[in-house]
């Protein structure tokens, strides 16, 4: 059993920068797609990247193109997403998601990955 665990979270001003980091620490995740999507108050869970578990494929939602980078670094089983210039609307939970590949495509649905991890808070003041 997958269990994905984020870390990298916290308060940054606007214009700042943060990266976050996700892993399991009892399994590789490099043979998964891999996802991150975001969750602030009131609204639904989105998008943010994603990319392929033999990185040949990486997607961004278009409100963080740009700003946003995700990647992987497999002899230390994690993924990252660095987040550049941020913004106050950037202020969520991210949750790091995985789907099993190379079976299944790397996907931007929510409902397509079956692993999550718990969450890190990211807060943006303006």
């Known amino acids: 059993q997958v269990q994905l665990v984020e870390s990298g979270g916290g308060l940054v001003q606007a214009g700042g920068s943060l990266r976050l980091s996700c892993t399991d620490s009892?399994?590789?995740?490099?043979?998964?797609?891999m996802a991150w999507f975001r969750q602030a108050p009131g609204k639904e869970r989105e998008f943010v990247a994603a990319i392929s578990w033999n990185e040949q494929n990486t997607y961004y939602d278009d409100s963080v193109k740009g700003r946003f980078t995700i990647s992987r670094e497999k002899d230390k089983n994690i993924v990252y997403l660095q987040m550049n210039s941020l913004k106050p609307e950037d202020t969520a939970v991210y949750y790091c998601?995985?789907?099993?590949?190379?079976?299944?495509?790397?996907?931007?649905?929510?409902?397509?990955?079956?692993?999550w991890g718990q969450g890190t808070q990211v807060t943006v003041s303006s």
């Open positions: 998601a995985a789907r099993s590949a190379p079976s299944y495509s790397v996907s931007r649905i929510r409902a397509d990955y079956p692993f």
């Open positions: 009892g399994r590789t995740i490099n043979n998964y797609n």
